[in-house]
């Protein structure tokens, strides 16, 4: 993922500023899903990119009800994700 512009960081603005049904609408036509996050005790997460920031979306378990949207731009964020991806299937058999 390149390093944000200026226009990029322009349209993080615009969609964070956006109502989270608009926000929804565009990360779920628009952006990748790349995995799903954390396991909460109430909440699940999946992560999505979305032009030149990431978006993670919230899910209640029980009703499975999107109830947050965030979106980001700061590579540490990734941390939570990134502990459920595993490198194993991509090295050579020994």
Request: glycine share 4%.
């Given at each position: 993922m390149k390093q944000p512009d200026s226009s990029d960081y322009t349209l993080f603005q615009q969609y964070a500023?956006?109502?989270?049904?608009?926000?929804?609408?565009?990360?779920?036509?628009?952006?990748?899903?790349?995995?799903?996050?954390?396991?909460?005790?109430?909440?699940?997460?999946?992560?999505?990119?979305?032009?030149?920031?990431?978006?993670?979306?919230?899910y209640e378990k029980n009703s499975d009800q999107m109830t947050m949207v965030r979106a980001f731009q700061e590579l540490h964020r990734l941390d939570p994700f990134l502990v459920r991806v595993s490198l194993r299937e991509l090295l050579p058999d020994r």
């Open positions: 500023q956006l109502a989270m049904q608009d926000q929804l609408c565009i990360v779920h036509r628009e952006g990748t899903y790349l995995l799903a996050g954390q396991k909460q005790l109430f909440y699940d997460t999946q992560l999505f990119s979305l032009n030149n920031f990431f978006v993670e979306v919230w």
